[in-house]
């Protein structure tokens, strides 16, 4: 009985990453604390994947899910991406929003 109560008390390997990095990001806030927690929770799964082994396929899936997230985070902008944040940064330094924002991004996208 007092074995499913230790292995609740442990928590996933997942559970053990969010509480480390939370534990970590103590005193961050805001964006500052949100970018930490990405990037601390894309980190960790190699080296949880080490200490922790599943006992079946099934349980190292959330890992490889985060690797996964992690790997699509380095991929290169496609044309249309290139267009749309070179658009944005151009009517961001150009102070505009709201409706003239939409229209300067409309045009800027069909003129690309």
Known sequence: MALPVLSQAQGTPQQSRMAQCNKEAT????EARKTFMKECLASKPAAAAETA?????????PERKTEQKAAAGEKKLTPQQEKMSFCSKDAKAKGMKGEERK???SECLRKK
């Open 103 to 105: 229209k300067f991004m």
């Open 27 to 30: 005193g961050k806030t805001g």
């Open 53 to 61: 082994k599943p006992a079946s396929k099934e349980a190292s899936k």
